[in-house]
């Protein structure tokens, strides 16, 4: 059995990994907190952005938690 690592796909981007930078980046561009939520689509080739959410004073976005859609991870992280 290999191990987990070597099973994920390398070019793939996952929220956990990329979401402080995705977070600071929308705040700078919004002016106020967001929160990132990953929307369960985990693995889920192709899965789709879901419309923000304004829940008081943060907004709330929900994306993907995995997105394998490009061939590359720089591809796959813009």
Do not use: C, Q
Not at 10 to 33: F, M, N, P
Not at 37 to 61: F, H, N, Q
Not at 64 to 74: E, H, L, V, Y
Request: aromatic fraction near 6%; proline fraction near 5%.
């Amino acid at each position: 059995m290999l191990p987990e690592e070597m099973l994920e796909d390398h070019s793939a981007v996952t929220l956990d990994k990329v979401g402080e930078v995705l977070r600071l980046y929308t705040k700078a561009l919004r002016g106020r907190e967001i929160h990132l939520v990953a929307s369960g689509a985990g693995g889920t080739r192709g899965a789709g952005w879901l419309t923000p959410s304004d829940e008081g004073k943060a907004v709330i976005l929900k994306l993907p938690s995995k997105i394998d859609r490009f061939p590359s991870k720089k591809e796959n992280f813009a």
